[in-house]
């Protein structure tokens, strides 16, 4: 099994719809993060948390929610899908005195 | 966190070693340069780190020139699994950073070529 898991993989959704991406990790770490991925760009920080009770807004949290509901799961949701929330989500993990994070396979998103 | 700049594209031979630049001029005396780098939409991969010192590992090659306004990242010899989007990233250390994110660029699209 992989260490940060994602589901689901694809998503196609309507738009105005409520939808949410999950996030598991066996990794034991404490810190979780989402970010999203646009066509040729770089990958942008929705939204982060450094333990179960600590959520931050990243960089382009409007439009979205989040919730830690273990240490090992944290899950990113669209509470009413638009076109343009159409990417490849990341899931990624570390632990506070590590160097590297670790990420999820991704989740491809459309909205339609 | 310094902002660093990376060409938007490289080409490379199968075998050849690969030399990927990142300019980060406003680097601060505690930050690190990090890489990490994303195969056609997978999850990126860290793949090294360094301060000051030249750094190595069983991937790649980190040189941090001695002013520390730039870095190279070498893959001494690039196969066809080395093409990849790789991004520079300067970041205070963990420790240090006040729990700080890593940020994203844009990287570099290195294509290896057979």
């Known amino acids: 099994d992989a260490d940060v898991t994602q589901t689901p993989r694809n998503r196609i959704t309507k738009t105005g719809k409520r939808i949410m991406l999950e996030c598991s990790q066996t990794?034991?770490?404490?810190?979780m993060y989402w970010y999203r991925q646009d066509p040729g760009l770089g990958l942008r920080l929705i939204y982060y948390?450094?333990?179960?009770?600590?959520?931050n807004k990243g960089e382009i949290s409007d439009g979205y929610s989040v919730s830690r509901q273990a240490q090992a799961k944290f899950s990113l949701s669209l509470e009413s899908a638009i076109p343009n929330q159409t990417a490849l989500y990341f899931c990624?993990?570390?632990?506070?005195?590590?160097?590297?994070?670790?990420f999820g396979s991704g989740t491809r998103l459309t909205v339609v | 966190d310094a902002k660093t700049t990376q060409p938007p594209s490289m080409d490379c031979a199968e075998g050849r070693a690969a030399n990927l630049p990142c300019n980060h001029s406003?680097?601060?005396?505690?930050?690190?340069v990090y890489w990490y780098r994303q195969i056609h939409s997978q999850g990126p991969q860290y793949i090294i780190h360094g301060l000051k010192n030249n750094e190595t590992n069983e991937m790649a090659s980190l040189i941090i020139t001695e002013d520390r306004k730039s870095s190279t990242l070498i893959l001494p010899h690039a196969t066809l699994r080395d093409t990849a989007v790789y991004y520079c990233i300067v970041r205070v250390a963990p420790m240090n950073s006040g729990n700080t994110p890593l940020v994203f660029g844009k990287g570099t699209r290195l294509s290896v070529i057979a």
């Open positions: 990794k034991g770490h404490d810190r």
């Open positions: 948390s450094f333990d179960v009770k600590d959520i």
């Open positions: 990624a993990t570390s632990v506070g005195a590590n160097y590297g994070y670790t």
């Open positions: 406003t680097i601060s005396g505690n930050e690190y």
